[in-house]
């Protein structure tokens, strides 16, 4: 606990599924989470902007933020968008995966958790994988 202590994290599509886990764990972190995104969230408390998030990148470029901006790359992640896909696809996307699994929304939190704590401090302009893996 404290990584972000003292910290604003603003979690763009921070309403459900990945962008959801990542609020919750820099919460838990010790951030004040502000949530970007067109819908409400649910589960977590944030405080919560209805906002097109290209505005968002705008409005801060033009301010002078001082702000890293990195990219998570995700593989095949277990969300609820996999619910109405047949099984036999979902084993085929495992199989193709070098650790023939699905990633978890925890798994990309985390690596958005780390992207943002002081130990990436120097780190601005990656684009992490987070794909167990797996190359396209």
């Not at 502000?34 to 290209?54: M, Q, R, W, Y």
């Not at 790359?73 to 619910?83: C, E, F, K, R, V």
Request: proline share 4%; glycine share 10%; hydrophobic share 40%.
């Amino acid at each position: 606990m404290g990584r972000l202590k003292d910290k604003i994290a603003l979690v763009t599509g921070g309403s459900q599924s990945l962008g959801g886990e990542m609020c919750k764990r820099f919460k838990e972190e010790g951030a004040t989470v502000v949530s970007l995104d067109l819908i409400t969230p649910t589960g977590f408390e944030a405080d919560f902007f209805e906002l097109n998030v290209t505005d968002a990148e705008k409005e801060f470029t033009r301010k002078g933020a001082q702000i890293r901006t990195n990219c998570i790359a995700p593989g095949y992640i277990n969300t609820s968008i996999l619910d109405t896909v047949p099984e036999k696809i979902i084993q085929s996307m495992k199989d193709s995966n070098p650790m023939k699994r699905l990633g978890e929304p925890i798994e990309i939190a985390n690596a958005a958790l780390f992207l943002a704590s002081d130990e990436a401090s120097y780190i601005n302009g990656h684009v992490l994988a987070v794909n167990g893996g797996m190359r396209i």
